[in-house]
T-cell receptor, first 113, second 114 residues
Framework: GDSVTQMEGPVTLSEEAFLTINCTYTATGYPSLFWYVQYPGEGLQLLLKATKADDKGSNKGFEATYRKETTSFHLEKGSVQVSDSAVYFC????????????FGSGTRLQVQP | DAGVIQSPRHEVTEMGQEVTLRCKPI?????LFWYRQTMMRGLELLIY????????DSGMPEDRFSAKMPNASFSTLKIQPSEPRDSAVYFC????????????FGQGTRLTVV
């Protein structure tokens, strides 16, 4: 079945450090890929997305590139801020068939001043 | 649009009681999803609807859980009887029929069963 694997957390960084959160997927078709962010006590918000191979999603300084050859969608940011502290979820859907998001386990990011 | 609206935001109930969680999806969205989030199991899909019809309920834990969508603007998730292990945050999300398959989430209902 379809699945998403992301790196274990927590990830603890100092402000202005470079961030990478790894995400790989297994899918029976051609998925769309997403990163969602969850701030404490809140729901999930879409951070960025990519719908086909080699697409780069970007938002708020975060980027991720859809790599079909490595089935990956790693999240990166060049300089993190304390306000980026949250839980990040990698997810996929299939455009045909099952429409529900399949989520990874989430990675908690803690950014220290 | 106000986004996906869930109520209540917090619910504390005693074991054995019936609990009903409510969701209003974004107007015009054809898909509605119920997820449960716990520390141990992460985000789990419970059930999802397309045009008010349940499509996949394989994630519903057991017969104590039921979900309905009587119309395009309202859905409920009911637990009867509730148990302490049902304590979790329950999220509702909706998605449009056309275009991107991303889902838009509500703020969640934090359920505590004591």
């Amino acid at each position: 079945g379809d699945s998403v694997t992301q790196m274990e957390g927590p990830v603890t960084l100092s402000e202005e450090a470079f961030l990478t959160i790894n995400c790989t997927y297994t899918a029976t078709g051609y998925p769309s890929l997403f990163w969602y962010v969850q701030y404490p006590g809140e729901g999930l918000q879409l951070l960025l997305k990519a719908t086909k191979a080699d697409d780069k999603g970007s938002n708020k300084g975060f980027e991720a590139t859809y790599r079909k050859e490595t089935t990956s969608f790693h999240l990166e940011k060049g300089s993190v801020q304390v306000s980026d502290s949250a839980v990040y979820f990698c997810a996929l859907t299939l455009d045909t068939g099952r429409r529900a998001l399949t989520f990874g386990s989430g990675t908690r990011l803690q950014v220290q001043p | 649009d106000a986004g996906v609206i869930q109520s209540p935001r917090h619910e504390v109930t005693e074991m054995g009681q019936e609990v009903t969680l409510r969701c209003k999806p974004i107007s015009g969205h054809d898909y509605l999803f119920w997820y449960r989030q716990t520390m141990m199991r992460g985000l789990e899909l419970l059930i999802y609807f397309n045009n008010n019809v349940p499509i996949d309920d394989s994630g519903m834990p057991e017969d104590r859980f039921s979900a309905k969508m009587p119309n395009a603007s309202f859905s409920t998730l009911k637990i009867q009887p509730s148990e302490p292990r049902d304590s979790a945050v329950y999220f509702c999300a909706s998605s449009p029929r056309e275009g991107s398959t991303e889902a838009f989430f509500g703020q969640g209902t934090r359920l505590t069963v004591v």
